[in-house]
């Protein structure tokens, strides 16, 4: 197994306009919640001869465990749409479990950014970078950007739903790849 460094960017709800940028900081691997916390991860498949897209967002405690998830297929015009709305599916799944301070997690970098800053997105997220504005200053959500090596569950998620292979039970019971990557995404400090 080869062990990768990535740079992640972590944005929190300002309501300051001179915030300082975000800070890159080195991780390995996927990390968990603070103790205690869940952190839910998103991503998002997009068929562009389709236009159809699926979006994934998967709530797992500090150790790691999936607690619930969520797959949804949908219209979509562009990954960045795709994307956009797997972080919007996270930051309702926060809202719906009222929980606050909680770490919604993407491989997308520009919604990540969106999501927080005060300019105008593009014009075909609108609605959708709106919406997750909206739901992290509500809930003073986290949200953070991580590589998509850090975000294989959600990734894993979001292609097999788009390929109809997910099964109906796959939170209770994870299929055996996705245990596997589950299993391999916790730190050996939490095994």
């Not at 998967?58 to 607690?67: E, F, L, P, Q, Y």
């Not at 999501?115 to 997750?132: F, H, K, M, R, S």
Request: aromatic share 6%; net charge negative.
């Amino acid at each position: 197994m080869t062990v990768t460094a990535c740079s992640e960017i972590v944005l929190g709800h300002s309501t300051h306009t001179d915030t300082p940028a975000p800070a890159l900081v080195e991780t390995q691997g996927w990390q968990p919640a603070p103790s205690g916390e869940c952190k839910i991860n998103c991503d998002a498949s997009f068929n562009r001869c389709r236009s159809i897209a699926t979006a994934a967002a998967i709530m797992r405690d500090s150790a790691g465990r999936v607690i619930d998830g969520l797959v949804s297929s949908f219209p979509a015009s562009s990954t960045f749409v795709a994307e956009a709305h797997a972080v919007r599916m996270a930051t309702m799944m926060a809202q719906a479990y009222d929980l606050n301070s909680t770490i919604v997690e993407s491989d997308c970098k520009e919604v990540i950014q969106l999501g927080v800053d005060e300019t105008v997105p593009p014009w075909e997220g609108l609605a959708i970078l709106l919406d997750i504005r909206h739901l992290v200053s509500e809930g003073n959500l986290i949200l953070k950007w991580t590589t998509r090596n850090n975000n294989k569950v959600a990734n894993w998620v979001a292609q097999t739903y788009a390929c109809n292979l997910l099964p109906l039970d796959w939170v209770a019971n994870p299929p055996a790849a996705l245990a596997a990557i589950i299993s391999a995404d916790v730190p050996s400090s939490l095994h």
